[in-house]
């Protein structure tokens, strides 16, 4: 029974916070901030251009699951929604909005348009996770199989509308809403089996085959498909098969986001590391890196050119975003995320369902 003790308390704090999410979190932020970091130079450098496709192909998709994977608390017995969480994403995206459009405007120069509620910079994936949890009560309620079949056709569908790159964001809502279902469907049970020594080498396998065929089949995998906004219509031209058949390349970066991302996990350390306390406090990066991000690849700045044909340029460029991404990741910068996040919308429900009975 003591054995049995230690060995849990080897992977979780004493508030019984698994140290295994937040060390994927990390890693997958990381990967994010690494990756818009090295995207400048992907077209001169074709290995950095198939590590920013494997790592686009790894990181949204998998934090989009486990943030279907967590939203399982969020669920009342009765199939309610806790409407705290949804409305937090869509204050926060909304207050971030504004601080990257004012950003752009009066420190960049930029002029901006578009409405309101077209999503700046990569915001985009604070609304898609404000309009899944509000749809997710009604998926809930359907069989695993009969959500993830119907939400695959319609993410396959989609890319024919050329209406859906900058709307609301809806295509990204819609390819990337298997990935949310299929966390919130996932269970404890089915990610432990993953750490088994067997079902490592396994993965290990699997991982660099997934890399093979993304090198293989480079020119047939396109940038403006694994970003999941763009519609069929922009790449058509440059893959091998024909309009009517392109779905198919978004069915292999289904699957290849399948494979790396079932890889990826299997590999994450499920012990305490000196990067798991930065996991919880992922979202604060996704953020804070992009105005960092936009600099630079501003047309007045371009940062990136300081490193580009220079010596070593690129290794200085992976240990800045690995040091900037820990450094983003630090307490101080999370307070008003926190703050933001804390508007208790319940109170202003109860409030004005008070005055209703009145």
């Excluded at 077209?43 to 994977?69: C, D, E, Q, R």
């Excluded at 993410?155 to 809403?177: K, N, P, T």
């Excluded at 750490?195 to 047939?220: E, Q, S």
């Excluded at 079932?262 to 992922?282: C, D, E, M, N, Q």
Aim: net charge positive; proline share 3%; aromatic share 18%.
């Amino acid at each position: 029974m003591k054995q049995k003790t230690e060995l849990k308390d080897r992977y979780r704090d004493e508030k019984g916070r698994l140290y295994f999410y937040d060390n994927a979190k990390f890693l997958l932020i990381l990967l994010v901030v690494l990756g818009h970091a090295v995207s400048p130079f992907k077209s001169a450098h074709f290995g950095i251009y198939v590590f920013w496709k494997v790592a686009n192909t790894i990181h949204m998709p998998l934090m989009i699951f486990i943030s279907g994977f967590f939203a399982k608390r969020y669920i009342g017995k009765n199939g309610s929604l806790k409407v705290q969480r949804t409305f937090s994403y869509f204050a926060l995206f909304l207050f971030c909005q504004l601080a990257v459009s004012l950003f752009e405007v009066f420190v960049l120069g930029n002029r901006i348009g578009g409405s309101v509620i077209a999503a700046r910079s990569s915001l985009w994936f604070l609304q898609c996770l404000g309009i899944w949890y509000l749809v997710l009560p009604f998926f809930s309620k359907f069989k695993p199989a009969v959500v993830m079949v119907s939400a695959l056709i319609l993410g396959l569908l989609i890319g024919y509308d050329s209406r859906a790159e900058v709307v609301f964001s809806i295509s990204r809502i819609i390819v990337h809403f298997p990935f949310f279902m299929a966390g919130y469907f996932c269970t404890p049970e089915m990610i432990e089996k993953l750490n088994h020594i067997g079902v490592r080498i396994a993965c290990l396998i699997l991982f660099a085959g997934g890399v093979y065929l993304i090198i293989y089949m480079f020119d047939d995998y396109p940038g403006n498909l694994i970003t999941c906004t763009y519609p069929y219509k922009t790449f058509s031209e440059t893959v091998s098969l024909p309009y009517g058949l392109v779905w198919m390349l978004r069915l292999l970066f289904y699957s290849l986001a399948v494979i790396l991302g079932i890889s990826f996990l299997a590999i994450v350390p499920r012990i305490k590391t000196f990067f798991t306390r930065f996991g919880s406090r992922t979202l604060q990066v996704y953020i804070l890196h992009r105005f960092l991000y936009l600099c630079w690849l501003d047309k007045n700045l371009l940062w990136w050119k300081l490193f580009d044909n220079t010596e070593n340029g690129l290794l200085y460029v992976f240990l800045i975003g690995t040091a900037l991404t820990i450094i983003l990741s630090l307490k101080i910068f999370s307070y008003p995320f926190t703050a933001i996040q804390s508007i208790p919308i319940g109170k202003l429900l109860t409030k004005e369902r008070e005055e209703t009975v009145k």
